[in-house]
């Protein structure tokens, strides 16, 4: 059974860093097609915020964190990583880890097929 634990969440001031993690097992991980991080902020719909494939390492990211945000994955420690810096109030929502396994829309959440339970990001002003 594939697991997604997301880890590294708290709280920040406005401009700070922080490390988000993705441990993932139960399949091999270069399996995966695609490893996406999204994010739900309270009485909003999830959003896509980056994703990773790990056959070519190519990248994506949202138009709000290109820049600013940086994702990146270890494939001996099956471990997908988001690097947030110049971390703003609106950054703050639960932010969820997701596994494709199959072609899609990756910047769509119904493309993903496993997922954390998140991890909660707040940025104070």
């Known amino acids: 059974q594939v697991q997604l634990v997301e880890s590294g969440g708290g709280l920040v001031q406005a401009g700070g860093s922080l490390r988000l993690s993705c441990a993932a097992s139960?399949?091999?991980?270069?399996?995966?097609?695609?490893m996406g991080w999204f994010r739900q902020a309270p009485g909003k719909e999830r959003e896509f915020v980056a994703r990773i494939s790990w056959s070519g390492g190519s990248t994506d990211y949202a138009g709000s964190v290109k820049g600013r945000f940086t994702i990146s994955g270890d494939n001996a420690k099956n471990r997908v990583y988001l690097q947030m810096n110049s971390l703003v109030p609106e950054d703050t929502a639960v932010y969820f880890c997701?596994?494709?396994?199959?072609?899609?829309?990756?910047?769509?959440?119904?493309?993903?097929?496993?997922w954390g339970r998140g991890t909660q990001v707040t940025v104070s002003s």
């Open positions: 139960g399949r091999t991980f270069s399996s995966y097609v695609m």
């Open positions: 997701a596994a494709a396994f199959a072609g899609g829309d990756y910047r769509n959440v119904g493309s993903y097929g496993y």
